[in-house]
């Protein structure tokens, strides 16, 4: 009698099993057929971009110069250690700057020509530095230190370790040393190839040196 209840129960767990595969086999062969109802489909609901203004540019960009600068701040607090109130941040940043000629500034009285038109000289505005661009896909925090009441003080902010400061640090520094760098003097360089290149096309036969 008991090994005929056992035997009972045992079928039952096997039928239930069997039942409970062929349900999941079903379910797989619906789903390939069907798809899965419970997918997540994204979709991108932006408006097209609209064109808000359209200016004409006469700047030549004749030299770039990249540069890369480690900035290293630290604020400290008075008759504190720096382990209790305090931050530490060395920010390691890449950016680059543009020389660039503006032939708008050019006037009539700046081109020279000779009466056979087979020579001109042609004097050029000085090339002028654009605003350093800092490249932040690359420009990151190499080390954050804080202290326990900064780390405290960063649960109630909205942006606790904010980069804005790093990075305009960051820009000013790029800045002074594009200032230092021979970046202009290879936009002089590059200008007057370029020009001495476009004239000859033109026809000119000899073409006096370009004070760029």
Known sequence: MFKQTRRRVRSTYVAGAVAAGLVAVAVLLVLQMVGNPFRTVSVDRTMPPVLVQLRDLSEYHAAQGQFEVTVDREDDVSLLPSFVAGERVQY?????????????????????????????????????????????????????????????????????????????????????????????????????????????????????????
Do not use: Y
Not at 96 to 110: H, K, R, Y
Not at 165 to 188: M, P, T
């Open 92 to 212: 390691a940043a890449l950016g680059s700057v543009d020389a660039t000629v503006d032939f708008a500034l050019l006037t009539p009285d700046a081109i020279s020509m000779s009466d056979d038109r087979h020579n001109v000289s042609v004097r050029l505005p000085e090339p002028v530095l654009a605003p350093p661009v800092l490249d932040l896909e690359h420009s990151h925090v190499m080390n954050r230190d804080r202290g326990i009441l900064n780390r405290i003080g960063g649960l109630f902010s909205d942006s606790p370790t904010s980069e804005a400061v790093l990075e305009r640090a960051a820009v000013s520094k790029i800045a002074a040393a594009a200032e230092a760098s021979n970046v202009r003097d290879r936009a002089r360089e590059n200008t007057r190839a370029m020009l001495v290149a476009l004239l000859t096309s033109l026809g000119f036969d000899q073409i006096g040196r370009a004070h760029v």
